[in-house]
């Protein structure tokens, strides 16, 4: 088992930046990908970074060059920069775990947090 836990949600203006912080726990040995995506009312849950345990990312098309995903490995911690907030951004924000190899969708990850709500007023 691997425990997540998101924070970081917030209201922010537009043009305005955030940092979420997963910080992940159990049987991270497991972990091959963590991923971090949103979900806005009436939508389907949509990715918004991943980062495999070799380094290499990838990004939602949306989020392309204003978002980034990093990892602290001596704190088990996953972090969603989000930089240039646009209103769209607004949307719960989840972060997981994949213990599969590239893993793009939300069907390929075992474990998620209980998300952090982000805001971002126009």
């Known amino acids: 088992q691997v425990q997540l836990v998101e924070s970081g949600g917030a209201l922010v203006q537009t043009g305005g930046s955030l940092r979420l912080s997963c910080p992940y726990s159990?049987?991270?040995?497991?972990?091959?990908?963590m991923g971090w995506f949103r979900q806005a009312p009436g939508n389907q849950r949509e990715l918004v970074a991943t980062?495999?345990?070799?380094?290499?990312?990838n990004y939602g098309d949306s989020v392309k060059g204003r978002f980034t995903i990093s990892k602290d490995n001596a704190k088990n911690t996953v972090y969603l920069q989000m930089s240039s907030l646009k209103p769209e951004d607004t949307a719960d924000y989840y972060c997981?775990?994949?213990?599969?190899?590239?893993?793009?969708?939300?069907?390929?990850?075992?474990?998620w947090g209980q998300g952090t709500h982000v805001t971002v007023s126009s």
């Open positions: 159990g049987n991270i040995r497991s972990i091959n990908v």
């Open positions: 997981a775990a994949s213990q599969r190899g590239d893993s793009f969708s939300a069907g390929d990850y075992d474990y």
């Open positions: 980062l495999r345990d070799g380094g290499s990312t």
